[in-house]
């Protein structure tokens, strides 16, 4: 595997971005590349946020007045990404997580905030490699939470 580069940015207070927090979050987007085979230097970055600004974000980029649990900007379409010459790495775009959307939907599944955030990074990882769920029936949409499922899986979150 080739090296991640991952910038967090923190602008929420309801979960603690503490070393081994960034770790997980780390080898949530290193299972994601390697089950998408994506083996390039990569680099993304992170942000968690509160409801009130994720819904901004969702506002002016999405049209849609509300809060959701997580948004991805990929840099590139089918996979052709730009490197950034001060790394020599491909970036791949950005994730934006509702800390306060993650535990609400962590209490209503039965699992920790911790484990959603995991489980939406690495649907976001997905995203921004190109994998999409158009709706619920379609093959696409499958191949993607097939994928899911065996990342949460390998990396052994429950």
Not at 58 to 72: C, H, Q
Not at 118 to 135: E, K, N, Q, R, T
Not at 141 to 149: F, H, V
């Amino acid at each position: 595997m080739k090296k991640l580069r991952v910038s967090f940015n923190n602008e929420q207070k309801l979960v603690k971005i503490t070393p081994e927090f960034k770790k997980l979050i780390k080898d949530c987007c290193m299972q994601s590349l390697y089950e998408a085979d994506f083996d390039q230097n990569s680099e993304i970055s992170v942000s968690f946020v509160d409801n009130a600004r994720i819904r901004e974000i969702n506002k002016e980029f999405r049209n849609i007045d509300a809060p959701t649990d997580v948004l991805s900007f990929p840099l590139a379409d089918n996979r052709e990404y730009d490197i950034n010459p001060d790394s020599g790495c491909y970036e791949l775009g950005d994730i934006i997580i509702s800390t306060e959307r993650a535990a609400e939907q962590a209490s209503e599944l039965g699992h920790s905030t911790v484990r959603e955030i995991a489980f939406l990074v690495v649907h976001s990882m997905l995203h921004l490699l190109g994998y999409d769920h158009p709706d619920e029936d379609s093959p696409e949409t499958e191949l993607m939470r097939s994928k899911e499922r065996a990342i949460i899986s390998k990396l052994n979150i429950s």
